[in-house]
């Protein structure tokens, strides 16, 4: 066998490095690793601002259609599952010792192989993170419509599709912030209002009593009616919980030493967040339903028609939680779409390219959203159908395949039961969703 020279080993060497320095060149200017000096109080208004979604204010009407009994175990049962395999993440982050799982896919590599993981964690994170994008489009437009028409009942009507317009254009200007800490202070904004806007949404339901005409019944006329709607009002739940698509991303920023690992800021961020979560969403649901039981709207803030200016305040905190929780789940799609363009297709990273994708994704989903606004529905549909798995189960089973726990061990029956009840909620709730989507279809003209 040929030996090589010493002028081919050096040009071997210097190859190597020019690629390491490429590599290194471009990580420092992708999203999610470009910036590491994140504290852990990022993490704790991250987390809240991905977590609580306009999903809380559809609660009550879950409640609803989930009845006193089910809907407090469903809620009760999905707060501690999701922070169990949220901790399973913050955990999984830097396992391997001198490396960090600095994406959801690769994780997902790492347990399932360089292919399979990526097939089975890319569709479901797409899913979730243009899923959210779209329906916060929806959110923040028909937030703003509501905004106006408390504002100003005497003006001429307006289109949503107007509105999600105009919300769409923060998104065309925002989007461009390089990575997660640039968008640090748009994130703790968002999650200030979210505490806000639930606040009022419940003591607004408080202060305004139990209606007297109130029942707590299914108010659908048939049993099948009433099986689906449950079915929906799992996924509306599911998606209420569904920060984990973005976990170790926001852990990335989050700097780390093999003294002082990033997973113990983190996992203080996550406790305030979920403190923060149960603060946000147990009052408004429960107040929600007591107060106005199955007659509630699928969005709380509906139902308060009064005082005007507290619902045009909550309209407009809602607003700037969406603005918020939009970049939140729009970074890690442009970090994916970025990666493939410059490290697959070998396109230079600049400015240009970076406005490029980012404005045609913005466009993109205010399309979708402009075309497609049925906003309950579409939470149902989406909350089974990619919150569940990525949230409640896939978390476990990557704990199952990378620490192969001993059979019947309590971490081996705790990842199971998670494993089968976030397999019922996928399989159930886009049911609903779906025949709610199709029901209000009926009587839907587009762009109208």
Partial sequence: MATQTPVENNYLKNATEEELQRQKAIDDW???????????????????????GAGVLSLPYAMSELGWGPGVTVLVLSWIITLYTLWQMVEMHEMVPGKRFDRYHELGQYAFGEKLGLYIVVPQQLVVEIGVNIVYMVTGGKSLQKFHDTVCDSCKKIKLTFFIMIFASVHFVL????????????????????????????????????????????????????????????????????????VLEIQATIPSTPEKPSKGPMWKGVIVAYIVVALCYFPVALVGYWMFGNGVQDNILMSLEKPKWLIATANMFVVIHVIGSYQIYAMPVFDMIETLLV????????????????NLYVAFTMF???????????????????????????????????????????SWLTNWICI???????????????RSIIIDAKNYHFYS
């Fill in 420 to 434: 089968v009840l976030g397999l019922m909620l996928m399989i159930l709730s886009p049911i609903g969703g779906l």
């Fill in 30 to 52: 992708l999203p999610i690793t470009s910036s590491r000096n994140a504290k852990w109080w990022y993490s704790a208004f991250h987390n809240v601002t991905a977590m609580v």
């Fill in 343 to 358: 490290k697959k297709l070998n396109f230079k990273p600049s400015i240009v390219l970076r406005f490029i994708v980012r």
């Fill in 175 to 246: 989007s461009h912030l390089p990575n997660f800490n640039s968008i640090s202070g748009v994130s703790l904004a968002a999650a200030v209002m979210s505490l806000s806007y639930s606040t009022i949404a419940w003591t607004a339901s408080a202060n305004k009593g139990v209606q007297e005409d109130v029942q707590y019944g299914y108010k659908a006329k048939s049993t099948v009616g009433t099986v689906f709607n449950f079915f929906s009002a799992l996924g509306d739940v599911a998606f209420a919980y569904a920060g984990h698509n973005v």
């Fill in 368 to 410: 979708v959203a402009i075309t497609f606004p049925f906003f309950g529905g579409l939470l149902g549909f989406f909350g089974g159908f990619a919150f569940a798995p990525t949230t409640y189960f896939l978390p476990c089973i990557m704990w199952l395949a990378i620490y192969k726990p001993r059979r019947f061990s309590l």
